[in-house]
């Protein structure tokens, strides 16, 4: 492969971890300090994500590791008590049909994002080839965890414009 397809992988992963960090990290954070700091992390993730190229995988089938169900929900929680009343907004499922809005978490985008990432990471580490990771990678972004990014990432930026409006109405 080239050097600048283990560039993208090392800024993906980078991006990734990066992203991680500061969700193992909100306990240690404010509230407002954490939605600046993971919507910063995952802006990034999601533009790195991008830039991942369609490539054909080298093998068929990947074997795919139970999802942790439990780990999850402890993060989960965690972060719906970080968000509070932040956590939850209104969204549209799909933006190209006429639907309801449905109830979407902060809490739940981030857990899952959070997992996916670590669920592809780790395949790095099982010595799956450079192929079948970038496919897996991108698959994942655009099958799953992309979604949940931009829905978080929107309804951090009204949170914040909300707030910022609140401020400046209050000076």
Same mark, same amino acid.
């Given at each position: +492969?080239?050097?600048? $397809?283990?560039? $993208? ?10 992203? +991680? @960090? ?27 994500? $991008? ?10 089938e990947m074997n795919e590791t139970r999802f942790p169900t439990e780990a999850w929900a402890h993060l989960l929680h965690s972060l719906r008590e970080k968000l509070g009343p932040l956590d939850m907004y209104w969204e549209l499922f799909d933006s190209t049909k006429k639907e309801d ?34 496919? @897996? $990678? ?17 309804? +951090? ?13 209050? +000076?």
């Open positions: +492969m080239s050097e600048d $397809l283990d560039s $993208l992988i090392h800024r993906f992963r980078a991006a990734a971890q990066n992203f +991680m @960090k500061i969700v193992d990290s909100a306990p240690h954070f404010e509230r407002e300090g954490f939605l600046v700091s993971v919507s910063r992390a995952l802006a990034e993730l999601y533009t790195v994500a $991008l830039q991942l190229p369609v490539i054909e995988p080298d093998t068929a809005l449905v109830q979407g978490t902060l809490s739940g985008d981030l857990s899952e994002i959070y997992f996916d990432l670590e669920h592809d990471l780790h395949l790095d580490k099982t010595g799956v080839g450079q192929r079948d990771f970038v496919w @897996k $990678l991108r698959f994942s972004f655009l099958s799953h965890w992309g979604r949940h990014a931009l829905e978080a990432l929107k309804a +951090m930026h009204d949170h914040g414009v909300e707030t910022e409006i609140r401020r400046a109405i209050e +000076m």
